[in-house]
């Protein structure tokens, strides 16, 4: 039995990024491979005839690579702190169908998978939690959830293409009172400048009837502008198309690279790495 997803829901807001991390995973296998979405892929009963269509497009194809590059970056980062925290806490904050967290399993971590009560619902069919792991209902806003997070051996949190989502003033509340709740802990996200974000609110922001794009989270300068945020922030970030792989495949078009380096330099495409001051 496949698991139907009707047109207009939530949950099909869902398998337009798992179809992304499957395209990602045939075009640029070299570069990325996800698992979890090529097999739920298979699982899932949706008409995928608009997004085949569009998939041959040269720009989103280039969308493609971007979605590849943001969750190896992410992965790159929860790796390395487990390096040096192994038995920490992994967060996914607004998971979806992502499998980040697993696919970094150290075999020692423990997993966390977030996001609204119906996105978990959808998740507890195609994706049971495993040993070690939870997925948790919840609303990233209300810090109910922090006392979920069991950060004893430490806590690495990140967050795929959800902060662009939060008004500014939000993400500075969300990081303050994680900063409280877990100290030593880390946040990884990925951010873009205020232009960047514009392009990406754009549909959703006319649906919504949203007005004032400039009160939504968007980043030029991490360290600049989110250090004063609060004095025990340790605040870095990187370009995310080039920051962590130079692209240089066979699979990646030197016009892609060049996408890559606007996307880093010009929208300032980042990855953002914000450490919370304390000990364990």
């Excluded at 970094?104 to 069919?125: E, H, M, T, W």
């Excluded at 070690?132 to 990233?140: A, F, K």
């Excluded at 969300?174 to 754009?202: C, E, H, S």
């Amino acid at each position: 039995m496949k698991y139907k997803i009707e047109k207009n829901t939530v949950q099909e807001t869902l398998v337009i990024p798992l179809y992304g991390r499957k395209m990602c995973s045939e075009l640029y296998p070299n570069l990325y491979r996800d698992e979890t979405a090529i097999r739920l892929m298979k699982e899932i009963d949706y008409d995928f005839s608009v997004l085949e269509k569009k998939s041959g497009n040269l720009m989103q194809r280039f969308g493609f690579l971007e979605a590849a590059m943001r969750q190896n970056d992410l992965a790159w980062e929860v790796r390395d702190y487990l390096k040096t925290h192994p038995n920490a806490a992994v967060v996914n904050l607004g998971c979806g169908l992502d499998n980040t967290g697993r696919a970094c399993d150290n075999g020692s971590c423990k997993i966390y998978n977030l996001d609204f009560p119906d996105v978990i619902a959808l998740r507890q069919q195609l994706l049971l939690a495993g040993e070690r792991e939870q997925n948790i209902p919840c609303d990233l806003k209300d810090p109910a959830w922090f006392d979920k997070i069991d950060a004893s051996g430490g806590a690495v949190f990140f967050a795929s293409g959800v902060f662009y989502y939060f008004l500014r003033e939000q993400v500075r509340e969300l990081v303050q009172g994680m900063a409280d709740a877990f100290p030593g802990g880390v946040l990884v996200f990925d951010a873009a400048n205020r232009t960047a974000v514009k392009m990406i609110a754009k549909t959703w922001l006319r649906t919504a009837k949203i007005k004032d794009v400039g009160a939504y989270f968007a980043v030029s300068d991490a360290k600049s502008e989110l250090s004063p945020w609060d004095s025990r922030l340790q605040v870095s970030s990187r370009g995310y198309m080039m920051g962590y792989n130079d692209l240089k495949d066979p699979s990646v078009s030197g016009f892609f690279r060049f996408l890559a380096k606007v996307g880093d330099n010009g929208m300032k495409m980042q990855i953002v790495k914000i450490g919370f001051g304390g000990k364990l």
